[in-house]
């Protein structure tokens, strides 16, 4: 996130109008600002902001990047599925159908540990055979 602040003292006698030109970044997006701009340029964004007689006028500007994150569906927890609701990065019924695959999770595990028993057993018994018949 970026924020920046853009602040203007007037020192006339009269009320001012301010043209602000926030500069327009790639994979930038305008999160939060006091106002909305006048309208979008493609080198920047103006905003247009009042300044009283005498008095000093702020306008902030906050912008957002989205990052790309990756996760492993077969890692995800109850933490992060609830994370992701509570951001609004998911849906409600995302998340439960994240919550639904947890316990296949489990069954996956066991099917592999059970897969991987039995091909040490199959290892044991083909060293077995190969010692008997050097015999």
């Known amino acids: 996130m970026g924020r920046t602040l853009y602040v203007a003292r007037n020192?006339?006698?009269?009320?001012?109008?301010?043209v602000i030109e926030h500069p327009a970044r790639a994979e930038w997006?305008?999160?939060?600002?006091?106002?909305?701009?006048?309208?979008?340029?493609?080198?920047?964004?103006?905003?247009?902001?009042?300044?009283p007689s005498k008095a000093t006028a702020s306008l902030p500007v906050e912008e957002v990047r989205t990052l790309a994150t990756s996760y492993e569906l077969s890692n995800l927890n109850e933490d992060q599925i609830a994370m992701f609701v509570k951001q609004g990065a998911i849906t409600g019924e995302m998340a439960e159908a994240l919550?639904?695959?947890?316990?296949?999770?489990?069954?996956?595990?066991?099917?592999?540990?059970?897969?991987?028993?039995?091909?040490?057993?199959?290892?044991?018994?083909?060293?077995?055979?190969?010692?008997?018949?050097?015999?």
């Open 29 to 51: 997006q305008l999160a939060k600002v006091a106002k909305e701009p006048e309208e979008k340029a493609a080198g920047s964004i103006p905003f247009s902001c009042r300044s």
């Open 11 to 18: 020192q006339d006698g009269v009320t001012r109008t301010l």
């Open 99 to 135: 919550k639904k695959s947890r316990p296949q999770k489990t069954v996956v595990a066991k099917l592999e540990e059970e897969m991987e028993n039995r091909q040490k057993d199959i290892d044991r018994i083909v060293e077995d055979q190969d010692g008997c018949a050097r015999t």
